[in-house]
């Protein structure tokens, strides 16, 4: 439909991006979502009148396909959330190294081959109605290394390094990047509330609903970064950058409880 403002979600058939789905179709946007798992898809495209595809972000000429076959429907992409992720609970020695290249493949490289295929259309959207949006669901764990989810923080602090030399590179182009670092989130693929040791940390785990609501607002307000929620992990990470090794040292001491390593 003509004037329609499109978003492209990816990791839309739960957690997070599932709730961004529902969140912006609710604020009137046309959201196109992708992931693998094609039922899930269908079922929530049927609920809020959106468009699907499967798409596997690891896989970079699949992104290119699904790109072209999306940008043939709507020259115009208005927003682009990379958002598709998987954990990694376990530290650099004990987790499999399958699991270090799937954490790099999808949470860092997934986000940058979604924003290469997308960009004709967030430059079209730019250029007619200006300006565009692309937001990359990082995590708190990319800027405090969590030494029990090692690999996992890694590709987070990768995929943060993006972010915000992404939108260096795309601020003259009318393209805002914003990057949103949610701490914990009870979801299907990181379940805090049950495999976390620390009871305290566990009291700050967030729903999924609460994040999307903050992605959208970082949209509308054209914030550059958002921690949420801001306490306690925008002092942490304060103090990380500032006394790295001592962070890292007592984060490192809580932990998951035993048996919940992927
Ligand atoms: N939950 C937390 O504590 C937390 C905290 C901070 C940041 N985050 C970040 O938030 C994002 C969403 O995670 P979530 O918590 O909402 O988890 P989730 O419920 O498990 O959702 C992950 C989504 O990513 C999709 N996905 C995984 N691998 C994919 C691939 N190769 N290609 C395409 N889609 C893929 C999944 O769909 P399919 O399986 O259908 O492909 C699913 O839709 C991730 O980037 C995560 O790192 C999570």
Same mark, same amino acid.
């Given at each position: 439909?003509?004037?329609?403002? !499109?978003?492209?979600?990816?990791?839309?058939?739960?957690?997070? =991006? %599932?709730?961004?789905?529902?969140?912006?179709?609710?604020?009137?946007?046309?959201?196109?979502?992708?992931?693998?798992?094609?039922?899930?898809?269908?079922?929530?495209?049927?609920?809020?009148?959106?468009?699907?595809?499967?798409? *596997?972000?690891? *896989?970079?000429?699949?992104?290119?396909?699904?790109?072209?076959?999306?940008?043939?429907?709507?020259?115009?992409?208005?927003?682009?959330?990379?958002?598709?992720?998987?954990?990694?609970?376990?530290?650099?020695?004990?987790?499999? #190294?399958?699991?270090?290249?799937?954490?790099? %493949?999808?949470?860092?490289?997934?986000?940058?081959?979604?924003?290469?295929?997308?960009? #004709?259309?967030?430059?079209?959207?730019?250029?007619?109605?200006?300006?565009?949006? !692309?937001?990359?669901?990082?995590?708190?764990? =990319?800027?405090?290394?969590?030494?029990?989810?090692?690999?996992?923080?890694?590709?987070?602090?990768?995929?943060?390094?993006?972010?915000?030399?992404?939108?260096?590179?795309?601020?003259? %182009? =009318? !393209?805002?990047?914003? &990057?949103?670092?949610?701490?914990?989130?009870? &979801?299907?693929?990181?379940?805090?509330?049950?495999?976390?040791?620390?009871? !305290?940390?566990?009291?700050?785990?967030?729903?999924?609903? *609460?994040?999307?609501?903050?992605?959208?607002?970082?949209? %509308?307000?054209?914030?550059?970064?958002?921690?949420?929620?801001?306490?306690?992990?925008? #002092?942490?990470?304060?103090?990380?950058?500032?006394?790295?090794?001592?962070?890292?040292?007592?984060?490192?001491?809580?932990?998951?409880?035993?048996?919940?390593? *992927?």
């Amino acid at each position: 439909m003509a004037g329609e403002r !499109i978003a492209v979600v990816t990791g839309a058939s739960s957690g997070i =991006g %599932e709730a961004t789905a529902r969140e912006l179709a609710r604020l009137g946007w046309h959201c196109v979502l992708l992931a693998r798992r094609a039922d899930r898809l269908e079922a929530l495209a049927n609920e809020i009148g959106a468009e699907w595809e499967t798409c *596997d972000v690891r *896989d970079r000429t699949q992104v290119d396909e699904v790109a072209e076959r999306v940008l043939a429907r709507h020259s115009a992409v208005a927003l682009l959330v990379n958002n598709a992720g998987v954990p990694g609970r376990g530290t650099f020695v004990s987790t499999s #190294p399958e699991t270090v290249e799937r954490v790099i %493949e999808t949470n860092y490289l997934g986000g940058v081959w979604c924003t290469r295929a997308f960009m #004709p259309g967030l430059r079209s959207a730019a250029a007619a109605n200006g300006p565009a949006h !692309i937001v990359n669901v990082v995590s708190v764990a =990319g800027t405090i290394a969590f030494a029990p989810a090692g690999p996992y923080a890694a590709a987070k602090h990768a995929q943060l390094a993006f972010s915000r030399s992404l939108r260096a590179t795309l601020r003259s %182009e =009318g !393209i805002q990047v914003h &990057t949103l670092l949610p701490g914990f989130v009870e &979801t299907e693929g990181f379940t805090p509330r049950s495999n976390l040791r620390s009871g !305290i940390m566990r009291r700050f785990v967030l729903d999924a609903d *609460d994040v999307a609501r903050a992605l959208v607002k970082a949209v %509308e307000k054209g914030r550059n970064e958002m921690t949420v929620p801001w306490f306690p992990y925008r #002092p942490v990470s304060i103090f990380q950058a500032l006394f790295p090794g001592v962070l890292a040292r007592l984060v490192g001491s809580y932990g998951y409880r035993p048996g919940t390593q *992927d």
